[in-house]
């Protein structure tokens, strides 16, 4: 736990909000028992977690993206302007969200930068690791999900989680498997936090 807290008041100079410390300590632990390519996925789930802007800018990525494959980054920065108004520091913030996500293999940028390419999914088969970029995407959205449409939400669009989601969910002391009157499974946040 304590190579995950170095790396991680390295790579961003502070600690984790009160509210998310035991959310990081889990991923921390999970440093431990996934293998080096998913990094990215832990750094992932911590950024839309922690910032909405990241966790926003990622959700349009993966929408705009998910049709063709590519859209162009002056669409991104398009549908930020009209959440977060048109600043010049919303669209430098844009700019740097989409380069951390190619840097984190995403995405690739062409054409200097105007157009985004999403990169093939990196598969999660980590039953820990799949739970918790489950609780990312809860923490970012702040409400239930659907089961059915978790693989496929935007803002986890950088991966291909392998397991069955529910079985995954009902495992995991974090999560919470619920049932709605059309007998559709929602995941939410458990009491852990």
């Known amino acids: 736990m304590d190579q995950w807290v170095q790396i991680r008041e390295h790579v961003t100079g502070l600690a984790p909000r009160g509210d998310l410390r035991p959310f990081a300590d889990r991923g921390a632990e999970l440093l431990g028992e996934v293998e080096a390519s998913a990094v990215p996925a832990l750094c992932w789930g911590m950024a839309i977690s922690a ?56 995405l690739e940028r062409v054409g200097k930068g105007r157009r985004i390419i999403r990169r093939p999914p990196m598969n999660v088969s980590h039953d820990g690791l799949i739970a918790w970029l489950i609780e990312a995407a809860l ?15 935007a803002v986890l669009y950088p991966f291909s989680l392998d397991q069955p989601l529910a079985f995954v969910a009902s495992k995991s002391p974090a999560l919470e498997l619920r049932a709605d009157g059309s007998r559709a499974q929602n995941v939410a946040i458990g009491q852990l936090r």
Request: proline share 1%; glycine share 8%; with cysteine.
């Open 139 to 153: 923490r970012y959205t702040g409400k239930a999900m659907s089961v059915a449409t978790l693989e496929s939400s």
């Open 51 to 106: 910032y909405p802007f990241f966790g926003k800018v990622a959700e349009l990525t993966g929408r705009l993206t998910s049709i063709q494959g590519d859209c162009a980054s002056k669409e991104v920065h398009r549908r930020m302007a009209e959440t977060y108004g048109e600043r010049e520091t919303a669209y430098r913030a844009a700019n740097r969200v989409i380069q951390s996500q190619a840097d984190w293999g995403a």
